[in-house]
Nanobody
């Protein structure tokens, strides 16, 4: 059974940084594409960043140059380093495995 547990969200001022983590249980992590999505109130869930099993990364334009996704296959963990945060980054961030499995989400709030 696949479970994804996110952590690292919180309240941060504009310009600050946060690092999200997602630990995956179950087999198949190494061969799976991992991704981070986010959903702001009243908006659709959007793909923020993804990383393939081979390490290829993709980002939505709005976070390029500010966010970095990475993975540690020895720990079954994917990370999202978020720098230069803006109020518009405020959302619930969700970890995803293989475009199928979802975590419970972690709240990120960027505000003074």
């Amino acid at each position: 059974q696949v479970q994804l547990v996110e952590s690292g969200g919180g309240l941060v001022q504009p310009g600050g940084s946060l690092r999200l983590s997602c630990v995956a249980s179950g087999s198949g992590f190494i061969t799976s594409t991992m991704a981070w999505y986010r959903q702001a109130p009243g908006q659709q869930r959007e793909l923020v960043a993804s990383i393939s099993s081979g390490g290829r990364t993709n980002y939505v334009d709005s976070v390029k140059g500010r966010f970095a996704i990475s993975r540690d296959n020895t720990k079954n963990t994917v990370y999202l380093q978020m720098n230069s945060l803006k109020p518009e980054d405020t959302a619930v961030y969700y970890c995803n495995r293989g475009f199928t499995y979802w975590g419970q989400g972690t709240q990120v709030t960027v505000s003074l």
